[in-house]
């Protein structure tokens, strides 16, 4: 059974970074027919898909044109785990942030486990 | 990037009901459509994927259809444990969009 346990601060200062982390248990994050999600979700933006990182022989990341300039994923195969940080936050990037798994090579089949959610707020 | 409309944004139904929940693609994404249900404070979970497979667990009760633009999530016989939000989401192409929701609640 996978599971994604979440860890990160739920209130963060505008203009500063934002990270968070998801620790994977029941598989792993070097597999080779998987990738591994960010997704924030809000009331003014729904649910909003943030990026995707994914190991086919190499590593490869994919973000979303949003947070391009801002976002960075690492992976940690030591600790089997994937993280975010999202810098130079403003009040709009208050949302829940959730990590997800795609169980195929090109996220066809859906995401099919989620992290718990971290709710972030920015605000001094 | 590909539009996700859902219809309609909230519903209301009975216990026994049968539903229906539609979701419409701003271009063809064949059948790379999935279908969520989310519980008040609670993640997504997945339900249906390409368009009318229905995961693993997922109550036979729930089914997809569709391909192309158009694609529909009918919920039969409705049970308590079914009032809840649901989403759809394009996996054809990065960004992987989602529908802003249609939120199902007891009549």
């Known amino acids: 059974q996978v599971q994604l346990l979440q860890s990160g601060p739920g209130l963060v200062k505008p203009s500063q970074t934002l990270s968070l982390t998801c620790a994977i248990s029941g598989d792993r994050v070097s597999s080779n027919s998987v990738g591994w999600n960010w997704i924030r979700q809000s009331p003014s933006r729904g649910l909003e898909w943030l990026g995707r990182t994914y190991y086919r022989s190499n590593w490869y990341t994919d973000y979303a044109e949003s947070v391009k300039s801002r976002i960075i994923f690492n992976v940690d195969t030591a600790n089997n785990s994937f993280s975010l940080r999202l810098n130079s936050l403003t009040p709009e990037d208050t949302a829940v942030y959730y990590c997800?798994?795609?169980?195929?090579?090109?996220?066809?089949?859906?995401?099919?486990?989620w992290g718990q959610g971290t709710r972030v707020a920015v605000s001094s | 990037d590909i539009q996700m409309t859902q219809s309609p944004a909230s519903l209301s139904a009975s216990v026994g009901d049968r539903v229906t929940i539609t979701c419409r693609a701003s271009q063809n994404i064949g059948t790379y459509l999935n279908w969520y249900q989310q519980q008040p404070g609670k993640a997504p979970k997945l339900l249906i994927y390409v368009a009318s497979s229905l995961k693993r667990g997922v109550p036979s009760g729930f089914r997809g259809s569709g391909s192309g633009t158009d694609f529909t999530l009918t919920i039969n016989s409705l049970q308590p444990e079914d009032f809840a939000t649901y989403y759809c989401q394009q996996t054809y192409t990065s960004p992987f969009t989602f529908g802003q929701g249609t939120s199902l609640d007891i009549e």
């Open positions: 997800a798994r795609d169980s195929s090579t090109m996220a066809r089949l859906g995401f099919d486990y």
